[in-house]
């Protein structure tokens, strides 16, 4: 198992690419998506293994970010 670095100093949080299976919501598009790859993006606090990990997570489709980067930009644009 490996550590996940969490990043503090960063205005951006921890993303991930993600691949769901239960409908997760685009904050951008604002259309449920699943199937396809999307991108999480850990937002709160770090609550730790028994509680669940994080507070709150958001999620943006493929269709609205097709790289790590444009995700990053969409998110700093519309929740800042």
Do not use: A, S
């Given at each position: 198992?490996?550590?996940?670095?969490?990043?503090?100093?960063?205005?951006?949080?921890?993303?991930?690419?993600?691949?769901?299976?239960?409908?997760?919501?685009?904050?951008?598009?604002?259309?449920?998506?699943?199937g396809s790859y999307?991108?999480?993006?850990?937002v709160g606090e770090y609550l730790g293994a028994d509680r669940g990990s994080w507070s709150?997570?958001?999620?943006?489709?493929s269709d609205c970010a097709k790289t790590e980067e444009e995700a990053e930009m969409i998110y700093s644009r519309y929740h800042r």
């Open positions: 198992m490996v550590k996940r670095e969490v990043r503090k100093d960063t205005p951006i949080p921890n993303v991930h690419k993600i691949t769901p299976f239960l409908w997760k919501y685009c904050c951008r598009c604002k259309q449920e998506f699943r999307g991108w999480r993006f850990e709150e997570n958001r999620y943006i489709c």
